[in-house]
């Protein structure tokens, strides 16, 4: 999420009350199987949705549904793309609220749970100058509608890092979240007891660093795509601590000015998919999923050119299909716009994985 653009909030509606739960599984578990296999999407298609805006989406296998970070409105929208409907989460004192962007949100692919991230929106104006502000990371259940958890990350950083903006998850139970100025992620452990900081660089908060991460739970392996070192770096989720490996990417590839990574499920963890704002989708293949190596296939170009408004901050994919989520940065936030494209990329992605 590189958001120097990004300025103001807007509005939409759906409350949603606050409930604590104290027990969620801590011991290693398979991921959960959907509960019958999600229907294709093909085709490029629109959300029609006031002041959408999304910065990152997933795709719950479990459910069918498209969870959609709606970043000026610091809300999410919830798309079934099958009845073509969308509902929305506001987050109470978040939604409305012009000190909060809303990007990172993320399915358990080990529980039914929702992870919300919920960053202050200066850092991303500022380019990290400003990491002043509340950072959050809620967790959503989506059969009660109720918060599980609310955990102030700001209490751990003591704002001396910031930034916050996706997350991935173990089979352990941990969430891990990212932060950008400088790199560093957050390991929740314990159902939300726990705080970890699992990894901080020791660069400048002024250093835009990590913006994304994927995760091959099998492998225990977690990816970040570093932009102050223009790289990818793995870490061991089993570890106490993150210690981050550069990945060697071959033929030479510099991974700067992006934005969310993705590991799509049908390639089962071998392929990943990095975000590049300006430019599209670039492609990495590990043949084995263990990501102590790469090999760079390509790039799919963005769609919607940002001559045209659009930047390419994420993709997602859903049923058995590959989209490019589209961000208007060049309106004026949060805009009037109505309508936001999700760009079926499949086939150029397929070309670039079988050459």
């Given at each position: ?68 970070g ?25 939604t ?22 919920v ?22 259940d ?30 352990r ?23 970890n900081?699992?990894?901080i ?20 392996v ?9 790289q990818l ?15 060697p ?64 901050t ?5 049923g ?33 994985v079988?050459k």
């Open positions: 999420m590189l958001r120097s653009k990004r300025t103001a909030i807007g509005a939409i509606a759906l409350l949603a009350s606050v409930t604590f739960v104290n027990s969620l599984p801590s011991s290693p578990k398979p991921q959960l199987a959907p509960r019958a296999p999600c229907a294709d999407v093909k085709g490029t298609f629109s959300i029609n949705q006031l002041q959408l805006y999304p910065e990152n989406a997933d795709f719950d296998f479990h459910s069918c549904l498209l969870y959609i709606s970043l000026f409105n610091a809300s999410v929208a919830v798309y079934d793309p099958y009845a073509k409907t969308t509902s929305i989460i506001e987050v109470p004192d978040v409305h609220n012009q000190a909060y962007h809303l990007g990172g949100v993320a399915a358990n692919p080990y529980t039914n749970l929702i992870s919300i991230v960053d202050a929106g200066a850092a991303f104006n500022t380019g990290g100058s400003d990491i002043s502000g509340t950072n959050l990371l809620i967790l959503w989506p059969a009660t509608k109720t918060e599980v958890y609310r955990l102030n990350l700001t209490t751990t950083t003591h704002g001396t890092y910031g930034g916050f903006q996706d997350v991935e998850f173990d089979s139970g941990n969430v891990y979240v990212v932060g950008t100025f400088p790199s560093s992620i957050l390991r929740v452990e314990g159902n939300g007891s726990v705080v900081e699992w990894y660089s020791p660069l400048s908060h002024t250093i835009t660093g990590y913006s994304g991460l994927a995760a091959v739970g099998s492998r225990d977690l990816i970040a795509n570093d932009n102050a070192n223009k770096v793995r870490f061991d989720m089993s570890l106490p601590k993150g210690i981050p490996i550069p990945i990417v071959s033929p030479p590839k510099n991974i700067s000015g992006s934005d969310a990574i993705y590991l799509p499920p049908k390639y089962a963890g071998t392929i990943l998919l990095a975000a590049v704002d300006a430019s599209g989708i670039e492609v990495l293949r590990s043949k084995d999923a263990s990501w102590t190596t790469a090999e760079s296939l390509g790039q799919v170009s963005n769609k919607v050119s940002a001559a045209n408004g659009g930047f390419v994420a993709p997602v994919q859903i058995n299909s590959i989209f490019m989520v589209e961000e208007f940065f060049g309106d004026a936030q949060p805009g009037t716009r109505t309508q936001f494209p999700f760009v079926d990329i499949t086939e150029e992605v397929e070309k670039l079988g």
